[in-house]
């Protein structure tokens, strides 16, 4: 049931400082973009707070991240020691929370640090998953 993207799904008890989000899957073989974002809650309309949403960009072999709070988009983040996905390819992202920031690992190696811009970590309690990948695992 994992297989279905766009997902959504519920983070029990929300994040906390220790906690690991794991999203395994595979990259399509004709990739544009996938998105991988933490919210508080799935509400639409107001939008939720969006802690971080990360997109892999294929034609700029980016992997950017930002946040939205109270309905306004922070600023951007893009700077990557280098583009890890692979069309085609299997891939495991590790979002670490840790007390100031979320850690990214791709692959085991550490990808870049993210610094919380919502407070409250036990409100970011749903994870959503979209774009030109299969997932194979979620923990």
């Known amino acids: 049931p994992l297989q279905i993207v766009p997902f959504c799904g519920h983070i029990k008890g929300g994040m906390r400082p220790g906690k690991k989000i794991l999203v395994m899957g595979i990259v399509d073989l004709n990739p544009e973009s996938f998105g991988i974002s933490l919210t508080c809650g799935e509400s639409e309309d107001p939008p939720a707070d969006v802690a971080i949403e990360l997109k892999a960009v294929f034609t700029d072999r980016q992997f950017v991240r930002n946040s939205c709070v109270a309905g306004e988009w922070g ?58 990948l299969q997932l194979t695992k979620l923990g």
């Open 75 to 132: 600023e951007e983040q893009s700077s990557i020691p280098y583009f890890p996905f692979i069309p085609d390819q299997p891939f495991r992202v590790e979002i670490l929370c840790e007390h100031p920031r979320f850690r990214i690992f791709v692959d085991g190696h550490q990808l870049f640090d993210f610094y919380h811009r919502i407070e409250t970590l036990s409100a970011i309690d749903t994870i959503k998953i979209n774009g030109d």
